[in-house]
């Protein structure tokens, strides 16, 4: 090729890297500038939590932000959901979500804006409330790329969907949302986005799992009945707490002994409830579990699974037909969420260019639960993407690397994000991978 011929393209190339490394460039000032205002939206947010399905407050304060930004609000979609809307021309539809709820938790961190939050929960106990899974800062973070992408209007075309979802933490919201016509009544995506905070990684950086990232989550109810009577005189009774106890340890077999090698599972007995003295033996026995794997053939074979075993030792146990013991699955379930291959990639690069690949990290799938997933799940099949944001203080970090000493985990009383680097960080990645789905590349 001709020097004539090869210089436009040279020029042009170059003339791409300046534009691109100018964007790069407003959104950190634009995240710098825009720290100061929302640290007081992320304190409000961390000192008035609100539980699963309660979120009333939090919601309305998520929606008045958004809206001050200049977003299109529709509020209580799917219970206390929320639905923003910034439509600046032709081009794709992508949605970020950050979901509201906090946790039945007493806060610990000494923070001067802990929580002091107490409330009654769904059994009419009075608990602790506090914002121990970082949703505080996916809220505060979603008003943050809502102001950049605003000001940045006219370095993009298409539709910009934000929802603050309600009820994460029991794997109801997601669900509630599309019940009330999430993809019906507002712009249908073509990509799904979402971040997370992480209690593994340094503040300043990003974290990605390409394929499964979380995993599917069952949580089940078991009862075992039996026939109650006198601890002197086992004989005339039918007891439920030995069989529970059989129970309890053949369950084991089903990861061990039925599930492939290759395919994680977990079946964790959490709870076990029964009798009321020393010697009186019970009518019945009351079991809750939690179930995690990744594949839907692995958790359906493990829900049937455990409908047999229980029902077999029962059997075993002389227990008639009618007593056998009871297996629910709670509506607190969710499907595995599976990050898009090629979209997770794609933003890998984005997130490498964007912060330094220093600050990028490959992460491994964990057994935690998401319904963030769910939306991924509709006939639509749209490819979606949940991140890691990094919210250890670097230091603390390299502390407890260098001394192995565990760091406080999500859903601790002690964990706190590293609140500015954590926040500009999660402006900076959310914001290039929104601008980077709006370029229209495939």
């Given at each position: 090729?001709?020097?004539q011929?090869?210089?436009?393209l040279?020029?042009l190339?170059?003339?791409?890297?300046?534009?691109q490394?100018?964007?790069?460039?407003?959104?950190?000032?634009?995240a710098?500038?825009?720290?100061?205002?929302l640290?007081?939206?992320?304190r409000?947010?961390?000192l008035?939590?609100?539980?699963?399905?309660?979120?009333?407050?939090t919601?309305?304060r998520?929606?008045?932000?958004?809206?001050?930004?200049g977003?299109?609000?529709?509020?209580?979609?799917?219970?206390?959901?929320?639905?923003?809307?910034?439509?600046?021309?032709?081009?794709?539809?992508?949605?970020?979500?950050?979901?509201?709820?906090?946790?039945?938790?007493?806060?610990?961190t000494?923070?001067?804006?802990?929580?002091?939050?107490k409330t009654?929960?769904?059994?009419?106990?009075?608990v602790?409330?506090?914002?121990a899974?970082?949703?505080?800062?996916?809220?505060?973070?979603?008003?943050?790329?809502?102001?950049?992408?605003?000001?940045?209007k006219?370095?993009?075309?298409?539709?910009?969907?934000?929802?603050?979802?309600?009820?994460?933490?029991?794997?109801?919201?997601?669900?509630?949302?599309?019940?009330?016509?999430l993809?019906?009544?507002?712009p249908?995506?073509?990509f799904?986005l979402?971040l997370?905070c992480?209690a593994d990684?340094?503040?300043?950086?990003?974290?990605?799992?390409?394929?499964?990232?979380l995993?599917?989550?069952?949580?089940?109810?078991?009862?075992?009945k039996?026939?109650?009577?006198?601890?002197?005189w086992?004989?005339?009774?039918?007891?439920?707490v030995?069989?529970a106890a059989?129970?309890?340890?053949?369950?084991?077999?089903i990861?061990?002994?039925?599930?492939?090698?290759?395919?994680?599972?977990?079946?964790?007995?959490?709870?076990?409830?029964?009798?009321?003295?020393?010697?009186?033996?019970?009518?019945?026995?009351?079991?809750?579990?939690?179930?995690?794997?990744?594949?839907?053939?692995?958790?359906?074979?493990?829900?049937?699974?455990?409908?047999?075993?229980?029902?077999?030792?029962?059997?075993?146990?002389?227990?008639?037909?009618?007593?056998?013991?009871?297996?629910?699955v709670?509506?607190?379930?969710?499907?595995?969420?599976?990050?898009?291959?090629?979209?997770s990639h794609?933003?890998?690069?984005?997130?490498?260019?964007?912060?330094?690949?220093?600050?990028?990290?490959?992460?491994?799938p964990?057994?935690?639960?998401?319904?963030?997933?769910?939306?991924?799940?509709?006939?639509?099949k749209?490819?979606l993407?949940?991140?890691?944001?990094?919210?250890?203080?670097?230091?603390k970090?390299?502390?407890s690397?260098?001394?192995?000493t565990?760091?406080?985990a999500?859903?601790?009383?002690?964990?706190?994000?590293?609140?500015e680097?954590?926040?500009?960080?999660?402006?900076?990645?959310?914001?290039?991978?929104?601008?980077?789905?709006?370029?229209g590349?495939?």
């Open positions: 090729m001709s020097i011929r090869l210089l436009p040279l020029l190339a170059a003339s791409s890297a300046f534009a490394l100018d964007l790069r460039e407003s959104i950190r000032a634009k710098e500038q825009l720290y100061p205002d640290e007081p939206v992320y409000d947010f961390h008035h939590p609100e539980l699963s399905g309660k979120e009333e407050r919601s309305e998520l929606a008045e932000q958004l809206e001050k930004v977003l299109q609000v529709t509020r209580r979609v799917g219970g206390f959901g929320v639905v923003a809307l910034l439509k600046n021309g032709q081009g794709p539809t992508v949605l970020v979500r950050s979901d509201m709820d906090a946790l039945p938790v007493i806060e610990q000494g923070a001067p804006y802990a929580s002091t939050t009654n929960d769904a059994k009419g106990n009075l602790g409330v506090m914002h899974c970082g949703h505080d800062m996916h809220m505060t973070v979603l008003v943050g790329v809502a102001a950049t992408l605003m000001d940045l006219d370095k993009w075309k298409g539709t910009l969907v934000m929802i603050g979802q309600p009820a994460e933490e029991k794997v109801q919201g997601a669900e509630a949302m599309l019940k009330d016509g993809f019906r009544r507002f249908k995506p073509d799904c979402a997370h992480s990684l340094p503040s300043g950086s990003i974290g990605i799992t390409e394929g499964y990232a995993a599917n989550v069952d949580s089940v109810d078991i009862v075992i039996g026939v109650g009577g006198h601890g002197a086992p004989h005339r009774t039918k007891d439920p030995v069989l059989q129970t309890v340890i053949a369950l084991q077999t990861v061990s002994r039925e599930t492939d090698p290759t395919q994680p599972a977990v079946v964790t007995v959490g709870s076990i409830h029964g009798g009321t003295k020393y010697n009186i033996i019970p009518d019945e026995v009351r079991l809750q579990l939690t179930l995690r794997s990744y594949s839907d053939e692995v958790r359906s074979h493990t829900i049937e699974a455990i409908k047999r075993i229980t029902h077999g030792l029962a059997d075993a146990a002389g227990i008639p037909p009618e007593k056998y013991p009871t297996v629910t709670s509506d607190e379930s969710s499907p595995a969420t599976y990050n898009d291959p090629a979209l794609r933003l890998a690069e984005v997130f490498k260019t964007t912060l330094g690949a220093d600050h990028f990290a490959s992460t491994k964990i057994m935690g639960a998401e319904d963030f997933g769910l939306l991924g799940r509709t006939e639509d749209i490819p993407c949940i991140f890691w944001l990094g919210t250890v203080d670097p230091l970090f390299k502390e690397q260098a001394m192995k565990p760091l406080p999500l859903h601790s009383s002690q964990y706190l994000p590293d609140r680097l954590s926040f500009k960080t999660g402006v900076r990645a959310m914001s290039a991978a929104v601008l980077e789905l709006f370029s590349k495939r």
